[in-house]
């Protein structure tokens, strides 16, 4: 399997699974609650250390007891942790409520620690290691743009960039020329009034991607367009029963790499994806989602 590296983002996800979502100023009884790795970068080289792959994850953990926890459990699902940048200061974490009745969850995240510098990358990584390189925009714009370009000037032709586009931060639209394959969420398509997955291809082009255009969209499944125009839809793989939304997204990007990465078209990229996130949002957490006959 492949050698993937991953640029981006671990937390400490603490999840409050409740019967209904809370109203403002009441008190309320959880009906469980767990504490997990998170973060976009991590959950899905989770799910690509799961589907075979070796993965190495860059990004700054802090030196607290729940910063080693987190270096620990990415140790623990076989994912490398030795080139991330290692800092004081407190792990950032994510308060998840999921809503029992509607499978919703919401999030309130609190970060208390530089992003990654793009140097750090540059003196640790030899890009040339790695079949696949995957980035996740945040709001060290700058940093990243420069870290996808030191990319683009060592790499072979054969390795793949891919850009995560999840949040609106300012300027991010300059990383989508960047990639090879860019994944941009729902929320950011609708933040620039894109209400459909096929206007927001369109839009993408505008924005200046150049090559693969990968928009996954909940219930609707997920649609793709390549550098020749060709569009790709896949419908969505819904289970019986939603039970945790929480890194759906981070596993669709996750399966949508490990079939590129195993030679699959985009067509049948797009549809492993969208089982491999039917499949998570049907169980609690993300174990086991390498079998998915068991969907």
Same mark, same amino acid.
């Given at each position: ?16 699974r409740v019967d209904g979502y809370p109203v403002e100023d ?32 860059v990004g700054v953990l802090a030196y607290d007891a729940f910063g080693r926890a987190l270096r620990?459990? *990415? ?57 696949? *390189? ?21 790499? *072979? ?17 300059? *990383? ?94 797009? $549809? ?20 998915? $006959?068991?969907?």
């Amino acid at each position: 399997m492949a050698k993937i590296l991953g640029v981006g983002n671990a937390t400490l996800d603490i999840i409050n699974r409740v019967d209904g979502y809370p109203v403002e100023d009441s008190e309320n009884k959880a009906l469980s609650q767990r504490m997990a790795l998170g973060g976009n970068t991590a959950n899905t080289l989770n799910v690509l250390s799961q589907l075979g792959h070796q993965c190495q994850f860059v990004g700054v953990l802090a030196y607290d007891a729940f910063g080693r926890a987190l270096r620990e459990a *990415l140790s623990d699902l076989g994912i490398g942790t030795s080139h991330c940048f290692a800092t004081r200061g407190q792990t950032p974490t994510s308060y998840i409520t999921l809503n029992e009745q509607s499978g919703s969850r919401t999030i309130v995240h609190y970060r208390d620690l530089p992003e990654l510098h793009s140097q750090h990358f540059i003196d640790e990584i030899q890009v040339r290691d790695y079949a696949w *390189l995957h980035l996740q925009a945040r709001a060290n714009v700058g940093d990243v743009e420069t870290i996808a370009q030191h990319i683009q000037n060592d790499r *072979l032709e054969t390795q793949v960039i891919s850009i995560e586009i999840e949040k609106p931060h300012q300027d991010v639209e300059r *990383l989508i020329p960047l990639a090879d394959v860019v994944f941009f969420s729902k929320d950011f398509a609708r933040h620039h009034q894109q209400n459909s997955p096929e206007a927001m291809l369109d839009f993408s082009r505008v924005l200046g991607a150049k090559h693969l255009v990968v928009c996954p969209w909940g219930t609707r499944g997920a649609w793709a367009e390549n550098s020749e125009g060709q569009r790709f839809h896949s419908p969505a793989f819904p289970p019986r029963q939603v039970i945790d939304t929480v890194g759906a997204g981070d596993t669709y990007n996750g399966g949508f790499i490990d079939a590129q990465c195993r030679g699959l078209d985009v067509q049948q990229s797009l $549809e492993q994806a969208c089982r491999l996130a039917g499949k998570k949002v049907g169980q609690e957490g993300f174990e086991h989602l390498n079998d998915l $006959e068991a969907q």
